[in-house]
């Protein structure tokens, strides 16, 4: 095998016991994302001398009998929405194109203390706004299961460098399902972590109550060892939760004896396809062999989700870009008469479509006469949401769900009809909402497509859920595929 092939756990394991070196690892990712990401697209930069930098004083630490962490000399690629000092992050637009942070997110500091190898940015949608990674204003990115389809949106990027084999882990943020979603497209294993448990100091802002930064990886191992390196508190962030969390790699555990898991009847119904249903069946009863208990439950105001999710984010969203002015960074027009010239032409061009659709709509239902309607509504929504999944969590461990109502979907299928891109979501916005914990996991196939499982969880109950997932896997041997791409 190529050390590319690899999963992160893997390759941390043959660092340790020398069997291979940091430069080795990071030449062979470099050697892929040359040969297949001019088909896939998923980098926007790539940091090549950086990461052959970083990966040779790795080596030089573990020469030296230097105590490193097990994510040491492991490249990992970043989603272009979070700020890394000296490298540009653009969160895929115009407005963004030449910005250079002067500092790097808390997750990013966290990461050098681990000595990462930072292999470069990802491809998103604009702002982290879409399904799809279509909205990006600097390219496509495909899905490398089929190059003819999407990844999932809005961190496309980061789950499709996964999915290449481009690199073993990658960072992405998730708003309504914006990991979940792409890994499930992609075949790949995504977390959400619950709200409040990973800083976002220095994650661009699309709306600030539901965004959480997240890992994807090839492997639950892999995405635990991530998500155990990032999570914490943060004086940077005052939303960010104070308490401890375990080694979550470390306590993994494959038993699932006694364990009840739910399922949701309104994630079952008219909209998700009979082959997504199957897949989901199947791992549903596979998890029963093994010991866990299937029991249906209840969610009765899922049907008005999408709603209020896209109330409330664009809500947020309409006042979070409303510091992209042309005055003080990013995007200016050339051409302006007055301080309200250079507002108005700096943002209808510096913005794509998706976004101005979404901040109109965020400032409409915001505006006088319409917040009762609309954004208090939506709010009082979301705390019916957030009571029905603690009702459910009281007789049930875990709930499983699809991740996607379909498999991805085919370029331009969908970019033209905003209300259909937007169902996409209809089985991961509850969880943002709630600010709960979601791992999503491949369970099969139609064809050449991957199909997505969600695993829900209450708050801070993440060792569950990979416990949940890591047992699945090691029932079905492991989610280590990596599509050819010609």
């Known amino acids: 095998m190529e050390m590319y092939q690899y999963t992160a756990a893997e390759l941390s394991s043959m660092l340790k016991k020398k069997e291979c070196s940091a430069v ?8 892929r994302i040359h040969a297949v990401d001019d088909k896939v697209g998923a980098f926007i930069t790539v940091t090549e001398e950086l990461a052959l930098q970083k990966a040779k004083q790795v080596d030089e630490k573990r020469v030296a009998g230097e105590a490193l962490h097990d994510l040491a000399g492991i490249p990992i690629a970043v989603k272009d929405n979070i ?19 002067p500092y790097s997110a808390t997750v990013i500091e966290k990461l050098e203390r681990c000595d990462y190898v930072p292999v470069g940015k990802v491809n998103m949608d604009e702002f982290a706004m879409g399904s799809s990674t279509e909205t990006s204003y600097f ?16 961190s496309g990027g980061s789950a499709a460098c996964v999915s290449a084999g481009e690199v073993p882990l990658s960072l992405g943020s998730d708003t309504g399902g914006s990991i979940r979603l792409p890994a499930s497209y992609c075949g790949v294993v995504g977390l959400k972590p619950t709200y409040s448990s990973v800083s976002r100091y220095g994650l661009v ?3 600030s109550s539901l965004d959480q930064i997240g890992p994807l990886g090839r492997s639950v191992a ?14 940077h962030d005052a939303t960010s939760a104070v ?28 909209g998700v396809s009979d082959k997504v249903k199957d ?14 208990v299937l029991k249906e439950v209840t969610l009765p105001s899922t049907d008005y989700a999408l709603n209020a999710y896209y109330i409330i984010s664009s809500a947020e969203a309409s006042s979070n870009l409303a510091r992209f002015d042309g005055v003080k960074y990013g995007f200016r027009a050339k051409d302006y008469n007055g301080l309200v010239d250079l507002y108005e032409k700096t943002r209808s061009e510096g913005f794509g479509d998706e976004v101005k659709r979404r901040i109109m709509l965020g400032t409409f239902v915001l505006s006088s006469g319409y917040y009762d309607a609309y954004y208090k509504r939506a709010k009082l929504l979301q705390q019916k949401i957030t009571a029905e999944f603690h009702n459910a969590f009281e007789a049930c461990d875990v709930l499983l769900t699809p991740t996607a109502p379909d498999t991805a979907f085919k370029i331009g299928e969908n970019i033209g009809d905003p209300l259909k891109m937007y169902a996409t979501d209809i089985c991961t916005v509850t969880v943002n909402i709630a600010g709960l914990p979601a791992l999503s996991v491949p369970c099969g196939y139609d064809g050449a497509l991957p199909i997505g499982c969600q695993l829900i969880g209450a708050k801070f109950s993440e060792q569950n859920l990979l416990n949940t997932a890591f047992a699945y896997e090691q029932s079905v041997g492991g989610f280590n595929r990596i599509p050819q791409i010609r």
Not at 89 to 101: D, G, I, Y
Not at 222 to 235: E, P, T
């Open 222 to 235: 892999d995405v635990a060892m991530l998500y155990s390196a990032i999570c914490g508190r943060d004086n």
């Open 24 to 31: 080795e690892v990071t030449e062979s990712v470099l050697g």
């Open 83 to 101: 700020c890394t000092k000296g490298v540009g992050t653009t969160c895929a637009s115009k407005m963004l194109e030449n910005f250079v942070p």
């Open 205 to 207: 802002a699309f709306a």
């Open 243 to 270: 308490r401890e969390y375990p080694d979550f790699a470390a306590s993994l555990q494959a038993d699932l004896k006694g364990k009840v898991i739910g399922l949701p009847k309104e994630y079952f119904g008219h």
């Open 139 to 154: 390219k496509k990115t495909r899905n490398p299961n089929d190059l003819d389809r999407v990844p999932g949106g809005s």
């Open 279 to 292: 897949a989901i069946m199947k791992m549903a009863h596979d998890l029963e062999q093994q010991g866990a």
